[in-house]
């Protein structure tokens, strides 16, 4: 067999395959061809028969992309749990920078109040040093 008789050959089979992927298309149209006509089908119907029967791509009866759906699902899940934990976070730090103004009882140490966080426990370790500092100066001082 030569080159031009495969060509050929090649030529004819992707023509025949051509002619099965249109004839396939018309073997799925399940509605009767008057359904179109008779009086007892919906407007609905008519109207999904039409649009299957002009653009087969893009006519479907499936529902919901099931897989897509979770996956934005979690994206929304994710995003709104990200902005609880971001606020949560924002509020943290608000409240860990909180000043709390100490007035000192004593007259011995200085007179100017003392600027340091509301919570002590979640501090650093040299914050926490200047308020258990402060705090032995005030009980000396009671």
């Known amino acids: 067999m030569t080159s031009e008789e495969q060509e050929q050959r090649q030529a004819e089979t992707?023509?025949?395959?051509?002619?099965f992927k249109g004839d396939l298309q018309e073997i799925f149209d399940l509605a009767h061809s008057s359904s179109l006509q008779r009086a007892d089908v919906k407007d609905e119907d008519?109207?999904?028969?039409?649009?299957?029967?002009?653009?087969?791509?893009?006519?479907?009866?499936?529902?919901?992309?099931?897989?897509t759906a979770k996956k934005v699902e979690k994206q929304v899940e994710r995003g709104t749990r990200?902005?609880?934990l971001r606020k949560r976070e924002?509020?943290?730090?608000?409240?860990?920078?909180e000043r709390a103004e100490i007035p000192s009882q004593s007259s011995s140490s200085s007179s100017s109040p003392v600027s340091t966080t509301s919570s002590p426990a979640h501090g650093s370790r040299s914050q926490r040093k200047k308020l258990k500092a402060v705090a032995i100066d005030l009980r000396e001082g009671s």
Not at 14 to 19: C, V
Not at 50 to 64: K, L, T, V, Y
């Open 14 to 19: 992707s023509y025949d395959e051509e002619i």
């Open 46 to 67: 008519k109207e999904f028969l039409r649009s299957q029967r002009e653009d087969r791509g893009e006519s479907s009866m499936a529902g919901i992309d099931l897989v």
């Open 82 to 84: 990200l902005k609880r």
């Open 90 to 97: 924002d509020s943290d730090i608000a409240r860990l920078t």
